[in-house]
């Protein structure tokens, strides 16, 4: 008989979400939103007749975490039982002494890992579930390497860690919060790590058998931001003597969706937000949307972007709108001019080229238009 | 640039008034106080309002108070100007509350404000925008004012501009918009920018974020601080639990040890109350018996029942009495006996020879101070005696009346020549004062004498001038008018006989002349002399009144005679005095010198002298005289005093037979109060006696009573009786005592009752005992665990059985209850600890509670906090864009043009070449705030500018200026304004500057205020064409004559 999981992680239950611009009506919904996406994975778990919902870390933010919401969470795990949680805290939710895993009682059937490698062993399912959880914010040595495992007989062995793979195609983009290899994974010799701390879902096959699949990071089950646009997902998996299989199952409720939209040849505010218009009319009304404004424009028109937010804003769920639109200067023409705007833009073109990041050049772009803009207007053109 | 029209609705001075100018040179010449400088600062407010430059927000230039309207209603201007073909009309209202201006495009009025963008300070750029000047540099550029250049550096940016962008625009505009900019965005916290407001909200939203955060984690730390006191009061409540268990299984055992004791108490009751009843038939037999044995002593003492107490005490104290009384009575009679015995005696002799009860003690004294009378004036006639036979002799007499007389004559001289004294320092006072007077006198007449002359040469002008000025101005004219008014109209009418129409043409010539006569004699006199008339009549006048108040000269001359036969007067009076006073004073020598007396204070001395002796010899003999009349009176009082109480006085010793009278009458009163005394002590013995007598009657009365009363005979024998009184007392109470006792004892129980009593305790204990044996113990000490070997049929021995019995059990019971009581307290110690964890627990939930419902959750400050930041980035790097911009332009702008002071300097060495007539160039440099320096053609020297004389620093300046005027009409021609530039030129400087200015007027519009005539005068001179433009005059007062004097 094997082992049926839900491998879940990085929910990060009450983040704040500044960069969606809500209301505070709107904002306590989405925030709902989060703990409902929870609900329902725990709800497939019992669907699925699950014997282990596995939590690699990320749960909530500890420093924002509402009591309620560590009420509901305790709600779900007595509601879920006999299904067995066993939760691998990470930096976001470590295990510290006034942490809420340490404070409240949790019912029976949760178990959560704390700063030593700690094991429990299932003899209904002969299965060894090992753990270990952050129990500061940042673990920087290589915890997995200290791995020894006291229970070599039992039949499954499954590691459940909140941790950074280093060397993966991911690497530099995250700080190495308990950073670990794939060949140290490898060598502990479990058949399945539930990894967490990586938003996006991945499979990590094991070294020696590429077929077989050794760790996964199942990617946050409800997006956190612009980057992780499209449908979030947790992992169902059966662990048998030939391996573990995992199916891949969306949960989101809300999606992130970014798209251009080219404003060349708009001459009024109108003009464009009726492109904006055209353009968005078959998206989903529920999304989380961004609007990028590309293409060049009038240096006269003003886009202004607040104003577009507004007009837009109940269209959508939330709605932001950024610009990326140029002034159709002619830059070169004037960098030919014997003239002391002449001579700037020269300077200014050749900043922007010789720009070491992107924040230099955009700040000599916005330079180089502002000049412009005062020489030619008067005033400074707005473009969000 | 052409100003056509400026019309002044209300600035400074002037309102509603309109002022048209020409293209060309326009020559505005007005006196001092005119308005000319306010007409300027005027068509300057017209273009650009009253708002500082180089500014971001409103702010007023000191001119907006200085030429808020006198008198107008409305401050504002409306001024039409011509830019580039363009007639634009330009309508400001300049008071701060209504700031508010319009552009209209001329000739169609469009309204074309709104093609101007406001910046900040609520300024529109019509005439920035349309010559490329603000209001700062267009003043320092357009006004040819000979000064040094203000805001060198925005003019240095503008002509840098200027070269860089080919006269087309200008980069100072470009800076300053970014500097606005800039400035707009803000960079402190200070303010209403952007930034400053975001950073404000940032701060708070921190704060608040950071007590979320704080309670957040309050929550936390109280979460764990609950979870350890659920654990603690958990085992609490278990030690709580077998602390109740341990006590209640204490509390059975002392039940039962209770039960065990309380039979065992009962039973040692029931031996006590067994005691209690023997000995109350004990008592009750014995208090019986007691009863018997005291009426048998009873009746022993029966016969003294009837005694009263207290008689015997009472006959005691009787018989003392009157044994005391008896014993007084004797002594009391032989005293009084001894009393009349005294009185006989002083009955018995009197030997006085005045009967002296008849004698008054008035009389008495009436004689006795007779006799003192008579004593006194005896003793003073035998002092006064001795003297006798020296009466004042005739000669005496005769010498004291002599002197006397010349004492009068010599108070009569002393008394009239003080007079005469006196009379002569009044006669020189007088003199004095005279002559004083006189001297005023003479003053007066000098000062008259003045003012009289100084009349008379005021006189003497006045008619001087008067004839000058009749003779004066009009005098040729007229008298030449006259004359050929009058030959030609003789000749005219001559003539009019002859040829009429000559006649009278020569007439009217005639009258002409006639007419001119008149007039110049109306009008011809000088203003001057008239003046100079005036104000010396006024004097001659005051003079003349002032004359008229002094006294006239005859006057004076008058009083000054008067004086002086005064004068004369008082001095023969005196001198006459003076001849008396001597006169006086030989008399008085002579009188003197027939007495021998040097002075009057001799004649004095000598005087007194005399007469005191005289005086004192006769005093004496009338004191004789008066003592022999009172002693007569004397001896006549106290003859008849004495013949009336029947005593011949004795003439030759009067006070002898006085002392012995004296002591006659005193023995006489000495036996007088000796008698009353006994006869007071007699009555008062008789009267002690009577009363004395009664008590003792009264006492035996008494005594007899008593002893009758008792039946006995004497006094011991009551005493006997009372002793047997005391004894039958004493029995009776002792009996009642015994008797009441047997009475309570009844009232308890008599002896039967008594002895069943006895008869039930005994019953009782055998009950117990029975009890206890059918129970199968004996009063248990097993209970207690010990063992007890005890007769129980025995009664002392069980009551001391049970003593120990219940003292084993109470031993075990008291160590029992201090079990219980540890047991207890620690129940309740523990029980504390319970509580207050339980306490402590719902405080903790208490608190989470009202945590977790207060504020805003810290996600939802985290995600504004978040949201501020983002904002304040963006601003930073905003400002930060804007600042490299401004900065990468202004190194662009210093490093692609340094040929800003050729240009400058040929334009400046054009005009100094032309106003100095190539004598002098000019060296600008632009860099040093447009310093100006003189080049001497000749010698090619450099001469700094204070080392130049006025008119060629201004020359200088105004090359500079007409320069700068020529650089920034790069647009359009920009108007040359000049207020009094040229006033320290002289005429050559002034006509060459002119000739300069003539020529720009072809090309630039030139308004030129002055305050003289000297400019127009040139002007004509070099033909240059030009427009006067009026400004209208105020009437000037005209200056009073008095004024000028």
């Known amino acids: 008989m094997g082992v049926r999981f839900v491998h879940t992680a990085d929910v990060h239950l009450d983040v704040p979400l500044s960069h969606l611009s809500l209301s505070p009506a709107k904002l306590a919904q989405r925030r709902a939103e989060y703990r409902e996406t929870v609900a329902r994975i725990f709800q497939l778990a019992q669907e699925k007749g699950a014997h282990l919902i596995l939590i690699a870390g990320d749960w909530f933010e500890h420093d924002l975490v509402q009591k309620s919401t560590i009420s509901f969470l305790r709600e779900l795990c007595t509601r879920v039982a006999p299904i067995r949680v066993f939760i691998a805290p990470g930096n976001h ?237 002619d830059v070169q023409q004037f960098a030919q001019e014997p003239t002391v705007i002449g001579g700037f833009v020269r300077e200014a073109l050749r900043r922007i080229d010789e720009a070491p990041d992107e924040r230099e050049k955009r700040l000599w772009t916005d330079a180089l238009h502002a000049v412009l803009d005062l020489h030619a207007y008067g005033r400074l053109v707005e473009r969000g | 640039m052409i100003v056509r029209q400026l019309f002044i609705r209300g600035f400074g001075k002037w309102e509603n008034a309109t002022f048209t100018f020409s293209p060309g040179f326009n020559l505005i010449e007005a006196p001092n106080e005119a308005g000319k400088t306010t007409l300027l600062e005027a068509l300057l407010a017209a273009l650009y309002g009253l708002k500082r430059d180089y500014v971001s927000q409103r702010k007023f230039l000191p001119q907006y108070e200085r030429y808020k309207p006198w008198t107008a209603k409305a401050y504002g201007t409306v001024v039409e100007y011509e830019v580039l073909g363009q007639v634009y009309r330009l309508e400001r209202n300049l008071d701060r509350q209504k700031d508010e201006s319009r552009l209209f495009l001329l000739p169609e009025m469009a309204d074309i404000t709104r093609q101007y963008p406001q910046d900040r300070r609520r300024e529109r750029n019509f005439v920035e925008g349309q010559i490329g000047l603000n209001r700062t540099l267009f003043e320092q550029v357009a006004v040819l004012h000979p000064l040094p250049v203000e805001h060198a550096d925005h003019l240095l940016d503008h002509l840098r501009g200027l070269s860089a962008f080919g006269d087309e625009t200008s980069v100072a505009p470009l800076v300053e918009a970014l500097e606005r900019e800039i400035r707009a965005i803000g960079k402190t916290d ?159 002799d009197t030997p006085f020879t005045v009967d002296w009860r008849a004698v008054s003690a008035a009389d008495w004294q009436a004689y006795e101070r007779a006799v003192e009378r008579w004593q006194e004036a005896t003793a003073r006639l035998a002092q006064v005696g001795e003297e006798k036979g020296h009466a004042p002799g005739a000669v005496d007499q005769g010498e004291r009346a002599a002197l006397r007389g010349a004492l009068r004559a010599l108070e009569a001289h002393q008394a009239e020549l003080r007079a005469l004294k006196e009379r002569l320092a009044e006669a020189q006072r007088r003199r004095a004062a005279f002559e004083a007077r006189r001297a005023a006198l003479r003053d007066q007449q000098q000062q008259r004498a003045d003012l009289a002359r100084r009349v008379a040469d005021k006189e003497a002008r006045l008619r001087e001038l008067r004839q000058r000025q009749a003779r004066s101005g009009g005098k040729g004219i007229r008298r030449v008018g006259f004359a050929l008014g009058a030959a030609f109209l003789a000749l005219g009418g001559a003539l009019a006989l002859w040829r009429p129409l000559w006649g009278v043409l020569l007439a009217a010539l005639g009258l002409a002349g006639l007419a001119t006569g008149l007039r110049f004699r109306a009008a011809a006199n000088g203003e001057e002399t008239r003046a100079v008339l005036e104000l010396l009549t006024r004097e001659w006048e005051a003079d003349r009144q002032a004359l008229a108040t002094l006294p006239t000269e005859d006057e004076l001359a008058r009083d000054d005679a008067e004086l002086e036969r005064q004068i004369t007067e008082a001095t023969r009076e005196a001198e006459e005095t003076a001849r008396l006073v001597r006169g006086k004073e030989r008399a008085v020598e002579q009188l003197l010198a027939q007495w021998n007396c040097a002075d009057a204070e001799d004649f004095y001395a000598l005087y007194h002298d005399t007469l005191r002796e005289a005086d004192e010899r006769e005093r004496q003999r009338l004191l004789r005289e008066e003592l022999q009349r009172q002693k007569g009176r004397a001896w006549e009082t106290l003859a008849a005093l004495l013949a009336a109480w029947g005593v011949v006085p004795e003439a030759r010793d009067p006070v002898g037979q006085a002392e012995r009278l004296r002591i006659e009458r005193n023995a006489y009163a000495e036996a007088e109060a000796k008698r009353a005394a006994l006869e007071r002590e007699r009555a008062a013995l008789e009267q002690r006696l009577a009363e004395v007598r009664a008590e003792l009657e009264a006492d035996r009365a008494a005594l007899a009573d008593i002893l009758a009363r008792n039946g006995v005979e004497t006094v011991e024998a009551l005493a006997e009786r009372a002793a047997a009184h005391r004894r039958w007392t004493a029995l009776t109470a002792a009996r009642s005592s015994v008797a009441e006792r047997l009475e309570a004892l009844a009232r308890e129980g008599d002896g039967r009752a008594r002895q069943a009593a006895l008869a039930e305790v005994e019953e009782a204990l055998a009950s117990l005992s029975g009890v206890a044996a059918a129970e199968g113990e004996p009063a248990s000490g097993q209970d207690v665990g010990e063992e007890a070997e005890e007769d129980p049929h025995a009664q002392d021995s069980a009551s001391r059985g049970a003593e120990e019995r219940v003292a084993r059990i109470s031993a075990r019971l008291v160590a029992l209850r201090r079990e219980e009581e540890a047991l207890k307290e620690e129940l309740s110690r523990h029980a504390a600890d319970r509580d207050r964890l339980r306490a402590d627990a719902s405080r903790l939930q208490g608190e989470m509670a009202a945590l977790e419902g207060d504020g805003p959750g810290p996600a939802d400050l985290r995600s504004r906090l978040e949201a501020l930041r983002a904002e304040a980035r963006r601003l930073d790097d905003r400002r930060e864009a804007l600042e490299r911009g401004l900065a990468l332009l202004r190194e662009v702008a210093k490093t692609v043009h340094r040929d800003v002071a050729p240009v400058l300097n040929r334009l400046a060495s054009e005009v100094m070449a032309h106003i100095t007539a190539g004598r002098y160039d000019v060296r600008v440099n632009p860099n040093e705030r447009m310093a100006v320096m003189a080049i001497e053609q000749e010698t090619q020297s450099a001469r700094s500018q204070d080392a130049l004389s006025r008119g060629t620093s201004d020359q200088l300046y105004f090359a500079l200026r007409v320069a700068l005027l020529k650089r920034f009409s790069y647009r359009t021609p920009l108007p040359a304004l000049l207020d009094d530039s040229f006033a320290h030129y002289d005429n050559e400087r002034l006509r060459r500057a002119l000739a300069y200015m003539g020529e720009l007027a072809k090309t630039h519009q030139v308004l030129l205020f002055t305050c003289r005539d000297r400019e127009r005068a040139v002007l004509r001179e070099l033909g240059i064409p030009f427009t006067a433009i009026p400004l209208v005059r105020e009437p000037v007062r005209a200056v009073a004559l008095t004024s000028k004097s």
């Not at chain 1, 946050?220 to 662990?239: C, D």
């Not at chain 2, 708070?204 to 350890?228: I, S």
Request: include cysteine.
């Open chain 1, 93 to 329: 939710d470590p295990a510290l002494p006034d942490s809420y895993y340490r404070t409240v009682e949790w019912p029976e059937n949760v178990h959560v890992f704390g700063g030593d490698w700690e094991t429990v062993y299932l003899p209904e399912l002969d299965c060894a579930v090992h753990g270990y959880g952050f129990d500061r914010y940042a673990v920087t040595e290589s915890v997995v390497r200290a791995f020894e495992n006291p229970v070599p007989e039992a039949r499954h062995h499954i590691m459940v860690v909140h941790a950074s793979l280093v060397q993966s195609e991911h690497a530099g983009e995250h700080d190495p919060y308990l950073p670990v290899t794939v060949e140290e994974l490898a060598a502990t010799g479990v058949d399945y790590v539930a990894l967490g701390h990586i938003h996006k879902g991945q499979k990590i096959p094991h070294p020696a058998e590429p077929s077989r699949v050794l760790a996964a990071y199942p990617g946050s089950p409800e997006g956190l931001g612009w980057k992780e646009q499209g449908v979030r997902t947790v992992l169902y998996g059966e662990l048998t003597e030939r391996g573990v299989k995992l199916e891949t199952l969306p949960v989101s409720r809300r999606a992130y969706v970014v798209r251009d939209v080219d404003v060349s040849g708009c001459e009024t505010p109108e003009a464009v937000l009726e492109r904006v218009m055209r353009q968005i009319r078959e998206e989903n009304r529920e999304s989380l949307l961004r609007l990028r404004l590309v293409g060049q424009v009038d240096p006269a028109l003003a886009v202004e972007v607040g104003w577009l937010r507004e007009r837009l804003a109940d269209a959508f769920f939330a709605v932001d709108v950024v610009s990326d639109v140029r002034p159709a200067y």
């Open chain 2, 190 to 348: 200070r303010g209403q920018t952007p930034y400053a407001v975001v950073l404000r909200e940032m701060r708070e939203v921190t704060a608040e974020w950071e007590r979320a955060q704080q309670r957040a984690a309050r929550l936390r730390a109280l979460e764990q601080e609950h979870r350890r006191v659920r654990t603690q009061l958990a085992e609490v409540e278990r030690v709580v639990a077998a602390c109740e268990e341990r006590l209640a299984r204490v509390r059975a055992e002392m039940r039962r040890l209770d039960a065990l004791r309380a039979r065992e108490q009962e039973r040692q009751v029931l031996l006590e109350r067994h005691q209690r009843a023997v000995a109350a038939l004990a008592e009750w037999n014995e208090a019986v018996e007691q009863l018997a044995q005291l009426d048998k002593a009873l009746a022993e003492v029966s016969h003294a029942a009837a005694y009263r107490p207290g008689d015997a005490e009472r006959a005691r104290e009787l018989a003392d009495r009157v044994a005391r009384a008896e014993q007084a009575v004797a002594e009391w009679e032989a005293r009084l006996a001894a009393v009349t015995e005294a009185l006989k005696e002083l009955e018995k």
